[in-house]
């Protein structure tokens, strides 16, 4: 199916979501942190980034604003997964076109979102 980069500061987190993207079909890489994203985004483009946002070194919306802002990445569909439960994250992740969803949803509602997601980027080809 996709390739779908993880990028969560929590090894749990990582595991997790992982282990639920797996069972979907899904090719799983696990970025550590912001900076191991950028990283790894360089070498090879994803179908889909989940990404948390409270890292050290680069937050993840600091990684959004790289992505966007890169001719090669801008396209790549995004799938913020925050334990943040501010209003303002998930307007401002309406406003940055990327998806936000609370750590705290389902694991069905989090694969049901991404499947919906790489479906639609299916149908633009």
Do not use: W
């Not at 179908?47 to 937050?59: A, C, F, G, R």
């Not at 940055?96 to 705290?104: A, C, D, F, L, V």
Request: aromatic share 4%; hydrophobic share 40%.
């Amino acid at each position: 199916m996709a390739r779908i980069l993880i990028c969560d500061d929590d090894p749990t987190v990582q595991r997790m979501v992982g282990e639920f993207l797996k069972r979907d079909g899904h090719d799983i890489t696990v970025a550590k942190d912001g900076l191991d994203a950028l990283v790894i985004l360089k070498k090879d483009k994803p179908d889909l980034l989940v990404l948390d946002v409270m890292m050290p070194e680069i937050n993840g919306y600091d990684v959004c604003h790289s992505i966007k802002f890169d001719a090669r990445l801008k396209d790549l569909p995004i799938v913020i997964l925050t334990s943040r439960d501010q209003e303002l994250d998930s307007r401002l992740g309406a406003l940055m076109g990327i998806e936000y969803m609370h750590k705290s949803c389902s694991p069905k509602d989090l694969t049901d979102k991404i499947n919906k997601i790489l479906a639609a980027k299916q149908l633009k080809k």
